[in-house]
């Protein structure tokens, strides 16, 4: 596998205030790595560093081999980068089928759109029941898989998941992180964050522990569940609160 994102000696936070001290990952092509650490680890905050909606105070991000540190968030999803935030935002006022048109606004030919939205609407058979319905008339479920949906309709090379599991009933949970391993499959190379432990383990090829806003542990899921204290923080049978 061939390096996709290298994070290096990151620190970045909002308004002068600093959140991520000295962050350091990468992730490879067709991998799929997981984040986990409790509210306040600064697990959103990397994302939204490499999407570029927090401020970089030091350290770099490159994608692919380009500095991703002068760019805007536009030109960051032109590169190939795909953010699905938490909470399952998509627009309530648009259809589904609108929602999607708006995921692959990067693309110019309607060919490529056609192929992408078929890959969609076969992983989520639900948005096809759905195309004509506004966003804000799904359930929490439908909303998740739209908005993921969405950013797979960019033709994304990365996708950024910030807790997907959020506010979602087990089942759902399960129903979602089927598809996202499916997704794995197809080869997209996912980044998530995740309070779910359990289910980050499930899916994650590696798995990087954020504590106050730097990386603790790093490892494959089997290596850090021998971990005592991992187990013990993560893997108690209850989400990281």
């Not at 966003?135 to 990365?158: E, P, Y």
Request: negative net charge.
């Amino acid at each position: 596998m061939s390096l996709l994102l290298e994070i290096t000696e990151l620190a970045a936070g909002y308004g002068g205030v600093s959140v991520l001290d000295g962050i350091s990952i990468r992730v490879d092509s067709a991998e799929t790595v997981g984040v986990i650490g409790a509210n306040g680890a600064g697990k959103t905050t990397l994302l939204k560093s490499i999407m570029g909606f927090a401020t970089v105070q030091g350290g770099g991000v490159a994608m692919d081999g380009a500095d991703l540190h002068t760019r805007p968030v536009h030109d960051r999803a032109r590169l190939g980068i795909a953010y699905v935030p938490e909470g399952a935002r998509v627009f309530g006022e648009l259809t589904v089928a609108e929602n999607l048109e708006v995921g692959g606004y990067t693309t110019k030919s309607r060919a490529v759109l056609q192929e992408r939205l078929d890959v969609v609407l076969d992983l989520f058979p639900v948005l096809r029941q759905r195309l004509s319905y506004k966003g804000n008339t799904l359930s929490g479920g439908q909303r998740q898989m739209l908005a993921v949906g969405r950013g797979l309709m960019a033709g994304a090379s990365l996708l950024l998941l910030d807790e997907p599991s959020l506010g979602l009933a087990p089942l759902i949970v399960d129903e979602l992180f089927a598809k996202l391993a499916s997704i794995r499959e197809l080869g997209t190379t996912i980044l998530f964050v995740e309070q779910n432990a359990a289910k980050a383990f499930e899916l994650a090829d590696r798995v990087y522990v954020m504590s106050a806003g730097r990386i603790h542990l790093e490892g494959t899921p089997a290596q850090l569940m021998e971990d005592p204290s991992v187990a013990a923080l993560y893997l108690g049978g209850e989400s990281v609160d």
